[in-house]
C-alpha cells in the first residue's frame, strides 16, 4: 500500500471517529438526566436533572476528545523519539 | 422495502418459513429467519469453508491460499502487538481477528446485489460492541482488583463528585457511539445503494457509491476494531 493510502487510513481510523464519540456522549448525559427527571423523581424535579446531564454529557464529550487527541500526540511522540534514537545510534 | 430481492429470504420463504416482514420477528422461528440472522450465518460459513479450503493442509512452501492469510494474520497480529504489547495480543487475537475478519466480510457483501449486511442491523452491531465492553472491563478488574474502579474517579478527593459522572457518562458512550457508528454507516451504505438502484439503476448511477461502500467497509471494520484495541490496552495500563 502507498504511504499516501496508509496515512489516510491511519487518519481516518483515530480521527473519523471524533464527531460520534462526542455526540454519543452528550446524548448519553441528556438521556441519563431525562431518566432521572421523568422515571426516578417522576417529573418533580424537572427540567433540572435533565439541564445537569446535558451539562456533564458536554463536558464528558470534551474529555474524550482530548483524550483521543492526547493518546495520537503521545504515540507520535513516542514514535519521533524512537526514530531520533535510531538515527543516532 | 430497502432490499427489494433478498436471496435467502426468497429460499426460506419457498420452503415454507416464516420470514418477517418487520424488522424483528415475534416467534423464535421467525426471529431464527430474520435476514441479519441468516446473512450471519451466511458469512460464517463463507469464513469457515474459505479458510478450510485454503489452509486445509499446510505446507512449509505456502501456496497463493495460504500466502494471503499468512499477511493478513501476520499484519493483525503486528498491528496488535504494537498497541498493547505481546502478552495481551497473544491473549485476545482470536477474539479481535474474528471480529476484523467477521466485520469486513460482513460490511463487503452487502455490495452484492441479492444480498444483505448482517451489519446494517443495530441488534449485531450492538451484540458484537456489547462482547467488547464487558471484556474491557474484565481486563481492568483482572488487572487491577478492585482499583480499576478507582479511576473513575478521578485524581482528588474533592473532584470526586465532579469526575465520577463524566468518567461514566463517557465510558457509556463508547457502548453508544462504537455500536451506532458501525451501523449508522453500514446502514447508510446499503439504503443509499438500494435507492440509488431503484432510481437509475440502468445508467450504473450506484458505482461511484460502490466504490465509496468498499472504503467504508474495510475503515469501519477497521475503527471497530482499533477501538476494541484501544479500549482493552487502556483498561490495562490504568489506575497507577
Known amino acids: 500500500m502507498s504511504d499516501l493510502k496508509n496515512e489516510m487510513i491511519d487518519l481516518l481510523a483515530n480521527y473519523g471517529h471524533i464527531g460520534f464519540t462526542f455526540v454519543a456522549c452528550i446524548f448519553v448525559g441528556l438521556g441519563g438526566g431525562i431518566l432521572l427527571d421523568q422515571k426516578v423523581f417522576n417529573g418533580r424535579t424537572a427540567p433540572w436533572f435533565t439541564f445537569i446531564g446535558l451539562a456533564f454529557g458536554i463536558v464528558a464529550g470534551f474529555k474524550t476528545l482530548l483524550q483521543i487527541l492526547w493518546r495520537v500526540k503521545d504515540k507520535n511522540d513516542k514514535n519521533n523519539k524512537n526514530d531520533g534514537k535510531d538515527d543516532r545510534g | ?240
Open chain 2, 1 to 240: 422495502m430497502e432490499h427489494p430481492i433478498l436471496f435467502i429470504s426468497i429460499i426460506l420463504e419457498k420452503l415454507g418459513l416464516p420470514v418477517p416482514h418487520d424488522f424483528v420477528g415475534h416467534t423464535l422461528l421467525e426471529k431464527l429467519c430474520e435476514p441479519y440472522m441468516t446473512y450471519t450465518w451466511l458469512v460464517m460459513i463463507f469464513l469457515i469453508v474459505v479458510s478450510k479450503m485454503t489452509l486445509g493442509n499446510l505446507e512449509m512452501v505456502p501456496g497463493s491460499g495460504q500466502n494471503f492469510w499468512e499477511i493478513l494474520i501476520g499484519g493483525m497480529d503486528d498491528f496488535f502487538v504494537e498497541n498493547m504489547g505481546r502478552e495481551m495480543a497473544d491473549a485476545l487475537f482470536p477474539m479481535l481477528s474474528t471480529f476484523a475478519l467477521y466485520i469486513a466480510v460482513g460490511n463487503l457483501i452487502g455490495l452484492i446485489p441479492g444480498l444483505m449486511s448482517p451489519t446494517s442491523s443495530i441488534n449485531t452491531t450492538l451484540a458484537l460492541t456489547i462482547i467488547v465492553w464487558a471484556t474491557h472491563h474484565v481486563i481492568g478488574l483482572r488487572a487491577h482488583g478492585l482499583k480499576y474502579y478507582k479511576h473513575f474517579m478521578g485524581p482528588l478527593w474533592w473532584l470526586v463528585p465532579l469526575m465520577l459522572p463524566i468518567e461514566l457518562i463517557s465510558n457509556i458512550a463508547r457502548l453508544v457511539s462504537l455500536s451506532v457508528r458501525l451501523f449508522g454507516n453500514i446502514m447508510a451504505k446499503e439504503t443509499l445503494l438500494a435507492i440509488l438502484f431503484m432510481l437509475a439503476g440502468a445508467f450504473f448511477a450506484p458505482l461511484p457509491i460502490m466504490m465509496l461502500g468498499v472504503l467504508v467497509s474495510l475503515v469501519q471494520a477497521m475503527v471497530f476494531v482499533l477501538l476494541a484495541v484501544v479500549y482493552c490496552a487502556q483498561a490495562q495500563e490504568h489506575a497507577h
